[in-house]
């Protein structure tokens, strides 16, 4: 069981560096923060600013050149690779601004293959797979590829899919950035219901500020580093 009295994600002094033709690029430079359960949080800021970095880092997509990622206190880059492939498969789920899906493979498919990849046998990765998808408004979809679908449709499927090993965290880099802005406001409405009704915690990437300032937490950032923080604003007031 997770200590409830620790925070659930806490990022301590994390730098990322990358050497690109032989000069090197300070992605992150010494961020810290705490995510705590149920929240959503939004990252915005201008393009190369750090927030997919650290959304990756955040996920154990990407390793910190320095500092750490816990988890109720634990420290997943101490896991071992096995651990840690469970980890990213099991606790964390990840909705990309494309939606990656796999296009031979129906909406179905697509959902209940990464229930599988976790261990879960097909029957139950089916019945899980169906049940996400009416719940993201497309039981009337199962059957449709990728290609047979709108842009938000497929987001919607790809929601499913980060959902289906019930993580408790949900990471989305500009879930809502290649759609309309109906569709934007559809699949944010989406997230909003999910994070109240299922208690999943969300971290989403995002250009759109009215969309951040709707979000329980938003964290403004500049050449690799958290410039603002909206609790400590509402706290100034």
């Not at 580093?225 to 100034?236: K, M, P, R, T």
Request: some cysteine; overall charge negative.
């Amino acid at each position: 069981m997770p200590d409830e009295t620790l925070a659930f994600v806490k990022v301590e002094d994390v730098h990322r560096r990358f050497m690109i033709g032989g000069k090197e690029i300070n992605a992150l430079n010494g961020v810290s923060l705490t995510v705590e359960r149920g929240e959503i949080v939004g990252f915005t800021g201008v393009s190369g600013a750090g927030k997919t970095t650290l959304l990756y880092v955040i996920g154990a997509l990407d390793k910190p050149t320095s500092g750490r990622v816990l988890y109720d206190g634990r420290d997943v880059f101490d896991m071992s690779e096995k651990d840690l492939a469970a980890f990213r498969s099991r606790r964390v789920g990840f909705v990309f601004q494309s939606s990656n899906l796999l296009p031979e493979f129906t909406a179905e498919e697509n959902v209940a293959l990464a229930a599988m990849i976790a261990g879960e046998n097909r029957r139950d990765a089916v019945r899980k797979a169906c049940g996400l998808l009416s719940l993201v408004g497309l039981s009337h979809r199962t059957s449709h590829r990728p290609g047979e679908l709108s842009g938000g449709e497929q987001q919607r499927v790809s929601i499913a899919r980060a959902l289906v090993n019930d993580p408790a965290l949900v990471l989305a880099d500009e879930p809502t950035g290649n759609l309309d802005t109906a569709t934007g406001e559809e699949i944010f409405g989406l997230i909003t219901r999910l994070n109240r009704e299922r208690g999943q915690t969300f971290a989403v990437v995002t250009h759109n500020l009215a969309l951040a300032d709707r979000m329980t937490r938003s964290l403004a950032m500049r050449d690799g580093g958290i410039v603002a923080d909206s609790h400590d604003v509402l706290e100034f007031r």
